[in-house]
């Protein structure tokens, strides 16, 4: 079965660089969540879209946005990158009438 | 804040149940909960979710207090590949991550 794909994978950028992460999710699933994983940290919700509009808000910072397409994948755009920006970022998409969020495999970004 | 409060390590012999146990006595009405594990830095996976009754599938049970404010994760047959974190999240509108459980599955 389709899963939830995120690129790229791996990124490595510099302070004060951006960087944008892409989220395709599960075919038909019209809900899309990100969400930030620092090294040894829980993971902490950024934002969510839901028919390409945002629905909720967490800890996103301003510098970073997000956007939910027409063909419903998403794309978070990091700027003014900070060393703390450093961490997995998830994609989680979920179905419509569906309780569960499918989380892709992360983009791990590095900030030097 | 979360919601949930879990133990932060349990080991459990491989081939025996695995029981989470996790406390949300803030929890309110409408919430549901939710079960996900991480293993090691791979996207979180769905595990089981319910409301107030017990539920089951092919992965797991959940075992919901009459009260709801506490629940457990049941693994009927641990394996090592079980090894990871489990976490327990009240969900209203969105996730809220706690520390989660790391459960650890010896031979």
């Known amino acids: 079965a389709a899963g939830v794909i995120q690129s790229p994978r791996h990124l490595i950028k510099e302070k004060r660089e951006t960087a944008t992460l892409k989220c395709y999710p599960i075919?038909?699933?019209?809900?899309v969540y990100w969400y930030q994983q620092g090294p040894g940290q829980d993971p902490q919700f950024l934002i969510s879209?839901?028919?390409?509009?945002?629905?909720d808000k967490g800890s996103i910072p301003d510098r970073f946005s997000a956007q939910q397409f027409s063909d419903y994948h998403s794309e978070l755009n990091m700027s003014s990158l900070e060393l703390g920006d450093s961490a997995l970022y998830f994609c989680?998409?979920?179905?419509?009438?569906?309780?569960?969020?499918?989380f892709g495999p992360g983009t791990r970004l590095t900030v030097t | 804040d979360a919601k949930t409060t879990q133990p932060p390590s349990m080991d459990c012999a491989e081939g025996r149940a695995a029981n989470l146990p996790c406390n949300h006595s803030?929890?309110?009405?409408?919430?549901?909960v939710y079960w996900y594990r991480q293993i090691h830095s791979q996207g979180p996976q769905y595990i089981i979710h319910?409301?107030?009754?017990?539920e089951t599938n092919e992965m797991a049970s959940l075992i919901i207090t009459e009260d709801r404010k506490s629940s457990t994760l049941i693994l009927p047959h641990a394996t090592l590949r079980d090894t990871a974190v489990y976490y327990c999240?009240?969900?209203?509108?969105?996730?809220?991550w706690g520390a989660g459980t790391k459960l650890i599955i010896k031979p």
């Open positions: 989680a998409s979920r179905g419509r009438g569906s309780y569960e969020q499918y």
């Open positions: 075919p038909r699933h019209d809900t």
């Open positions: 879209f839901y028919e390409k509009m945002q629905s």
């Open positions: 803030t929890i309110s009405g409408n919430e549901y």
């Open positions: 319910g409301l107030k009754n017990n």
């Open positions: 999240i009240v969900m209203g509108y969105q996730l809220i």
